[in-house]
């Protein structure tokens, strides 16, 4: 049986009257009938599509794909000469329900099966509307988009799975593209876009998408407003694969031309927030004359015009001008309370310097009363000091010339030889002479005005009391000068108390 199926599947591998004749033969043992493809070898073939041994079903299912991708002709006759009916043999193979039998070996275990199953497929979904519509009922798609999101499918199958998709994209109908759609073919679109040999028919794919897509938003925006609708998931992906494929660099110039080709002709990208947005939707974007560049309904591109620049910088400059007059009232304000401020301080400082004027002018009476009684408390005793040594000077002349007198009749009245009352009398003179000396020192100490202590000049105690302005001080001053004066009193009355007692030995 495998050699059998892989036989056929040489045969159709051939001219497209040996494909007719394995479609027409019928088994020798049936009686002779009408050719049909219904009693040829298709409808066998495609039971043994699903048989358990690979080695049967991969020779069968090879010879269902040569049938398939194989091109009609008029010239069909077989080898008795018979003229062979003109049909399409894809569609002898979907009359035998041969699409959901391939549906069942998209998922078989041996990829070489998956493969061929795939290629199959892809030849179908690449015929006419209603071949298209036979894979799409089989339910194909979902599986064939499961093996191309799946990164660990084989690669030779999961580029056989991508033509099925992007065959049926670019020959289905809108309806059909519509289900493809909804089913993730733009998933499978955009792999294909990664492949440089794909990329072309990829974008042909992807633009076939989009004029689906914008002619059933068109048909539903008359029933449903734009915030209702809101933006198409399909066209935003879509926006950004052609994006990425005019961004990227590509071997030939004609993928990037096509690719801004269609990004043109079908979207915008606003020139503020950089969002996508389909041309079909007039309300979601606007082209700007003056910025000259789309921008979407959220962005303002007003504030980038010239003449809001304009009234921004008036606005700009009538704040400043506020600003400047404002800081000119403060700083006036400023300098106006420095000024108050100032001016109080220096009333303030006047009405003070009066008060201490006032002070000192009642002051000045006192000082001056008090200076003329300490001066006049200073002259009384020098007064009565001069007078008593005058009286003292005057008795010790008078006891002096008493003494001369007393001597000289003793002189009289004793021998030359000397004798006690000489000797002492001698004594008593020269005590009493010092003692003159003495009292002629300090009458002459107290007849001038200076001071016999240190040797100062005479001290002004009024001018002493305006320097220090102390009272106290004052009259510390003069009892220091007191106490000098009454020691120079207490010499002198020692003096003369020697004096007195000289007289009273010499008596």
Known sequence: LTFTCWTLSH???????????????????QPRKKLSPANGLVPRLVELLLHPSPKVAKPALRTIGNIVCAD??????????????????????????????????????????????????????AGTASQIQAVIDSGAIPPLVELVNNELTDKEVRS???????????????????????????????????????????????????????????????HKSEEELGQRPTII??????????????????????AKRIWERHFVSCALCHNNYSRCRLRD?????ECKCHVCSKCDCRVYHLSYQEELWAEDEEKAEESKKNK?????????????????????????????????????????D??????????????????????????????????KKAKSATRKSTSSSPSRGSIESDAVDSQLGAGADNNG?????????????????????????????????????MDSLYDSEYEDEDNVDKGEQQQLQAIDLVQ
């Open 237 to 258: 992906k879509c926006a950004s694969l052609i994006k990425t494929v005019t961004e990227s660099p590509h071997n030939s110039s004609a993928v990037p031309k096509r």
């Open 370 to 403: 008090a200076a003329a009684a300490a001066s006049s408390q200073e002259k009384e005793p020098r007064s009565n000091a001069i007078k008593s040594k005058d009286d003292a000077s005057s008795d010790k002349a008078e006891s002096v010339e008493n003494v």
């Open 441 to 477: 020192d300090a009458n002459n100490n107290g007849g001038s005005e200076t001071n016999s202590s240190n040797g100062q000049p005479p001290i002004d105690l009024v001018l002493y009391l305006q320097q220090t302005g102390s009272i106290i001080a004052l009259a510390k001053l």
């Open 11 to 29: 045969l159709c591998d051939g001219p497209s009257y040996h494909i007719a004749a394995v479609i027409y033969s019928a088994s020798s043992w």
């Open 72 to 125: 009609c002709s008029s010239d069909q006759t077989d080898i008795h000469g018979n003229t062979l009916p003109v049909v399409d043999f894809t569609e002898v193979i979907l009359e035998c329900h041969a699409v959901p039998c391939l549906r069942r070996l998209i998922g078989h275990h041996n990829r070489e099966i998956q493969k061929e199953a795939c290629w199959t497929l892809s030849n179908i979904a």
């Open 285 to 289: 974007s606007h082209f700007c004359n």
């Open 328 to 368: 000119k009232s403060k700083k006036a304000k400023k300098k106006q309370k420095a000024r108050e401020k100032a001016a109080e301080k220096k009333k303030l400082e006047s009405q003070q310097a009066a008060q201490a004027q006032q002070q000192k002018s009642k002051a000045a009476p006192k000082k001056n």
């Open 160 to 222: 056989e799975a991508c033509w099925v998709v992007l065959n049926a994209t670019s020959c289905g109908n809108d309806e059909q593209i519509s289900i493809l759609i909804e089913e993730g073919c733009v998933s499978v679109l955009g792999v294909l876009l990664a492949e440089p040999n794909m990329v072309m028919m990829a974008l042909e794919g992807i633009e076939r998408v989009l004029k689906t897509e914008e002619a059933q938003d068109s048909e539903d925006l008359y």
